[in-house]
């Protein structure tokens, strides 16, 4: 019986030695693994942040754009103004140059009638004087004829001051409309003048604007143009860590393989060194080295063993934390190891392989199969994780939680 403890012994102790000869290129490969999903989080991140960036750009260029537009509708509006003022401005001098020509007319008329008024005056009064005025009536053959001499003298003296009067009411009137197309043309100039400024001042705010949409136009194709190449380098590390993960993957499997083997050859070579013994029915061996699970509570560790609640605790061989997964692949693998303890899950949750409880380790550390104190009783190391490479002495203890 002690002989067959110690040819388990150098089992074990020759699978440790496989496992341990294969842990360390399976960290370095999962330190690899870790930092490369570290940087494609970083990358994403940074992407999520840039797209935030792009949003923001895009929607100042929309206000930009929306503001654009309706400066260009002003200054359009302005335009026409302009050009209808303009033609204002072009009829009124028309209207000017017309009424510059009557005035001018109407004034020469005046002048005219100004002269042959003072020229009929003089003569009027120069043959009025005396005895003219009389002998021009009173040499008339008859009455009538001297009635109408004396009215023929007071009617053309009426007619010529009615006549001044006329063109003197005409050239006033010539020249007050002269001056009402004078001032309209005075107040066509002013409001041209505003126009004209608000259509300069809306013109500088469109170059303005339209310099400002150009700028985010050319930092959004800027931040797309970075975000491109980020995304192309996140499918770049995503190719990077699917390898990766192959590649631990081919690790553990081969790792576990070459311990089954050197394990297989160990248990031959010490089953060949052993003396013969009586041959002892194969369910009764299996109950030699096997034994039957033995529903256990946890170790006198008091208030300081692993609870669900007491997510995290320094248990007797370092820090512990708990998990909770499918175990199959990791029972999976620990038979591959030639272990065929049963798998089951203990009334406090825990999970259990045989009489041990199911741990995490870092296998470079603790090598799979190997056997540790923790809080919850004495585990068997089944499983890693990421976890192993910030804390190589931390266990992970899986659990129904």
């Given at each position: ?125 120069e043959n009025s004087s005396g005895t003219n005025r009389l002998a021009s009536i009173f040499s008339a053959g008859d009455f009538t004829q001297m009635l109408n001499a004396a009215t ?247 659990t129904a939680w």
């Amino acid at each position: 019986m002690i002989r067959n403890w110690k040819r388990m012994g150098a089992v074990f102790m020759a699978a440790a030695v496989v496992m341990s000869a294969g842990a360390p290129a399976y960290g370095s490969t999962q330190e690899e693994l870790s930092n490369a999903q570290q940087k494609k989080s970083e990358a994403e991140s940074e992407l999520q942040d840039m797209q935030s960036k792009i949003e923001a750009l895009e929607s100042k260029k929309g206000e930009a754009e929306a503001y654009l537009r309706e400066l260009n509708d002003q200054l359009s509006e302005l335009t026409e103004q302009l050009d209808d003022l303009q033609q204002q401005y072009s009829e009124k001098q028309q209207e000017l140059d017309v009424i510059s020509l009557e005035l001018t007319e109407a004034q020469e008329d005046e002048e005219v009638q100004r002269k042959n008024m003072a020229l009929r005056i003089q003569y009027m009064y120069e043959n009025s004087s005396g005895t003219n005025r009389l002998a021009s009536i009173f040499s008339a053959g008859d009455f009538t004829q001297m009635l109408n001499a004396a009215t023929d003298f007071s009617q053309l003296e009426s007619y010529d001051r009615k006549m001044l009067q006329d063109y003197i009411d005409s050239c006033k009137k010539v020249e007050e409309k002269k001056k009402e197309a004078e001032d309209q043309q005075k107040e066509i100039e002013r409001v041209s003048a505003e126009s004209e400024q608000k259509k300069s001042e809306i013109q500088q705010l469109c170059d303005e604007t339209q310099q400002q949409v150009e700028e985010y136009a050319a930092s959004i194709d800027s931040e797309e143009g970075d975000a491109a190449r980020l995304i192309a380098s996140i499918h770049e590390q995503q190719a990077n860590i699917e390898g990766l993960e192959r590649k631990a993957a081919d690790e553990v499997a081969a790792a576990d393989a070459a311990a089954k083997a050197q394990q297989e050859a160990a248990q031959q070579e010490a089953v060949q060194a052993a003396p013969q013994q009586i041959s002892v029915p194969q369910t009764q061996q299996a109950a030699q080295t096997t034994p039957e699970p033995v529903e256990q509570a946890a170790p006198g560790y008091g208030s300081g063993a692993l609870t669900r609640s007491a997510g995290r605790i320094n248990g007797p061989s370092g820090e512990e934390t708990y998990y909770n997964m499918d175990m199959s692949g990791v029972v999976q693998i620990m038979r591959s190891m030639g272990n065929n303890d049963e798998y089951w899950v203990r009334s406090d949750g825990v999970k259990m392989l045989g009489n041990y409880v199911m741990v995490a380790a870092n296998l470079s550390v603790r090598p799979r199969g190997s056997l540790v104190a923790t809080s919850l009783g004495t585990g068997i190391v089944c499983d890693t994780g990421g976890f192993a490479i910030s804390n190589p002495t931390q266990l992970d203890i899986a659990t129904a939680w």
